[in-house]
């Protein structure tokens, strides 16, 4: 049968989608491959597909536990013969698997990585005809990815433990050029064919807001726009996860949470109430929904900011995997900073990996608080552009606020970190500006410099939203670690001689004593 007639008869799709055609027919071949494409974008087929037309066993590596079952019922239901093996089988079930495996029963095997190098397993396949290897999540091999398994470092090992090396194929939605580099390393990929579809999403709208009530925002937002469409909404700790499962309940929309806390039990139980639509909403940690396939999710909505653009734009990518219109909104707000902040602070890592990690964050905290296309912050992530830096899907894209001319506000501040000789942060670069008589300013002199008490005028937030606009668009240089420091960079001078105009959107911008009025 050739690759179309079986896409036809056991998946009932006419067309390969952009890139499965060559990943598959290289996997056919016998060469390694590396895949790269969006959630949605039709990863399964990739190995699926080779898996029915070669013959042998297909191996697939899988950390999706909880959909490991979900998965295998449907290819069975398509009549491709399926197992899985994880933590879930007692052991009868699992002898029963080994059985079939052995009897040559199944087309494909999903394995939970841990399992793949105990002795009962590697005894049995390596006598065994594996035509190929494919690793799902390859991401998770690296450990700079957000999603590191340890338990995937393993992999070489068992591919090396077969008699005859099978193909190996590896697939990810989300990789840096570095994560990509680890994968093939680590994994062992032999020159692999590689396949980028890109990672644009273009039914996907992105908004970063600023709001001072999230809970009240989210209210208003679902009775607006969706009055019975399903989202996800992602908090930062469990905590956050509760009380908004409490107060989305309480105002009579259906929702339910979903955190690590929680028993696998009940966390399994709301996946599904949600996944069926017998709840609409799911508020959820980041413990949810890697490899969950829901196609009809019409927003995703973050509470609180995520620690790294990868994280946020696989999670917000989670909406709109029909290829309809769908919203994600990320909530910002200062606070979620220093959340983020103390949680790479109390990891016991070394202080190179910790100093990723805060510039990864950074990354986002830019993206928040950028002016510039927010579509094309996230491709130039992935080293991508969109098309000419102007999606108009994006709420900088449509915004039509009134701008307002802040060269002259960045010019006092520019100033201000270059007079405190570029050795502090922006809390105290703000607190000379505004001439506070704070106790740390005063033992440090600073008073005594020229910028001292220039922006009186300014609300601290004021200033600060400056600066991290400063920041995001790379006049200012935040270091990137506990303590962040201002710095100025090549390109702050144009600012200070006026060669650069800078704006910003003018509600951002109250000063103090408006906004005091404004609150009164
Ligand atoms: P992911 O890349 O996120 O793993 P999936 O493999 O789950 O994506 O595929 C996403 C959806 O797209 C699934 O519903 C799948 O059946 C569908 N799909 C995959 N390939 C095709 C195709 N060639 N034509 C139409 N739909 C497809």
């Given at each position: 049968m050739d690759l179309q007639n079986i896409l036809k008869t056991y998946f009932g799709y006419d067309e390969f989608r952009n890139g499965q055609d060559k990943l598959i027919e290289s996997i056919i071949e016998g060469r390694d491959a590396l895949g790269i494409m969006p959630t949605g974008g039709g990863k399964s087929i990739c190995y699926q597909l080779p898996a029915i037309a070669l013959d042998g066993?297909?191996?697939?590596?899988?950390?999706?536990?909880?959909?490991?079952?979900?998965?295998?019922?449907?290819?069975?239901?398509?009549?491709?013969?399926?197992?899985?093996?994880?933590?879930?089988?007692?052991?009868?079930?699992?002898?029963?698997?080994?059985?079939?495996?052995?009897?040559?029963?199944?087309?494909?095997?999903?394995?939970?990585?841990?399992?793949?190098?105990?002795?009962?397993?590697?005894?049995?396949v390596k006598d065994i005809r594996i035509s190929l290897v494919a690793v799902d999540e390859a991401h998770c091999i690296s450990q700079w990815g957000h999603d590191f398994r340890p338990s995937y470092l393993e992999i070489p090992?068992?591919?090396?433990?077969?008699?005859?090396?099978?193909?190996?194929?590896?697939?990810?939605?989300?990789?840096?050029?570095?994560?990509?580099?680890?994968?093939?390393?680590?994994?062992?990929?032999?020159?692999p064919i590689e396949v980028t579809t890109g990672f644009d999403r273009p039914n996907l709208y992105y908004q970063v807001l600023k709001v001072s009530n999230k809970s009240k925002f989210l209210i208003e937002y679902l009775n607006e726009?969706?009055?019975?469409?399903?989202?996800?909404?992602?908090?930062?700790?469990?905590?956050?996860?509760?009380?908004?499962?409490?107060?989305?309940?309480?105002?009579?929309?259906?929702?339910?949470?979903?955190?690590?806390?929680?028993?696998?039990?009940?966390?399994?139980?709301?996946?599904?109430?949600?996944?069926?639509?017998?709840?609409?909403?799911?508020?959820?940690?980041?413990?949810?929904?890697?490899?969950?396939?829901?196609?009809?999710?019409?927003?995703?909505?973050?509470?609180?900011?995520?620690?790294?653009?990868?994280?946020?734009?696989?999670?917000?990518?989670?909406?709109?995997?029909?290829?309809?219109?769908?919203?994600?909104?990320?909530l910002y707000s200062a606070s979620d900073i220093v959340k983020q902040k103390l949680m790479i602070q109390n990891d016991d890592i070394d202080p190179k990996r910790q100093e990723m990690l805060y510039k990864n964050l950074q990354y986002l905290v830019n993206y928040c608080n950028t002016n510039e296309c927010l579509r094309n912050q996230i491709l130039n992530y992935f080293d991508e552009d969109s098309a000419n830096g102007k999606c108009k899907n994006c709420s900088n894209c449509i915004d039509s606020s009134e701008m307002i001319d802040i060269t002259l506000e960045a010019q006092k501040i520019l100033s201000c970190i270059y007079r405190v000789n570029q050795r502090y942060g922006a809390n105290m670069v703000i607190q000379v500006l505004?001439?506070?008589?704070?106790?740390?300013?005063?033992?440090?002199?600073?008073?005594?410099?020229?910028?001292?008490?220039?922006?009186?005028?300014?609300?601290?937030?004021?200033i600060s939203e400056i600066i991290m606009t400063l920041v995001s668009s790379g006049y200012i240089h935040m270091t990137h670690d506990k303590y962040p420091v201002l710095k100025l960079t090549s390109k702050s001078a144009d600012v200070l001689s006026g060669k650069t105009k800078l704006h910003h959107k003018k509600h951002l911008l109250q000063k103090k004593d408006e906004k005091e009025k404004a609150s009164k």
């Open positions: 066993i297909t191996i697939v590596i899988s950390p999706l536990i909880s959909l490991m079952k979900d998965q295998v019922d449907s290819l069975n239901e398509l009549g491709i013969n399926a197992a899985f093996i994880n933590s879930t089988l007692d052991n009868g079930e699992f002898l029963q698997i080994l059985e079939g495996i052995r009897a040559n029963s199944y087309k494909i095997v999903y394995v939970a990585p841990e399992r793949l190098n105990t002795d009962s397993f590697i005894n049995l090992r068992f591919i090396n433990s077969l008699k005859q090396r099978p193909a190996v194929a590896a697939f990810t939605a989300t990789a840096t050029k570095e994560i990509i580099k680890e994968i093939k390393r680590l994994i062992g990929l032999r020159n726009n969706f009055k019975t469409e399903s989202g996800i909404v992602y908090c930062a700790t469990r905590k956050s996860v509760e009380s908004l499962v409490k107060i989305l309940n309480d105002k009579g929309f259906s929702a339910v949470g979903y955190h690590g806390g929680m028993n696998s039990e009940e966390r399994q139980n709301n996946q599904d109430e949600f996944i069926l639509g017998n709840k609409r909403l799911i508020v959820a940690t980041n413990a949810f929904g890697m490899g969950i396939d829901k196609p009809d999710v019409r927003f995703v909505i973050h509470y609180n900011m995520p620690k790294n653009m990868e994280a946020y734009y696989q999670e917000a990518g989670r909406a709109g995997r029909d290829g309809e219109k769908s919203d994600c909104i990320l505004r001439g506070s008589k704070n106790k740390k300013v005063l033992e440090a002199r600073l008073d005594n410099v020229s910028t001292y008490g220039i922006m009186k005028e300014y609300s601290d937030s004021a």
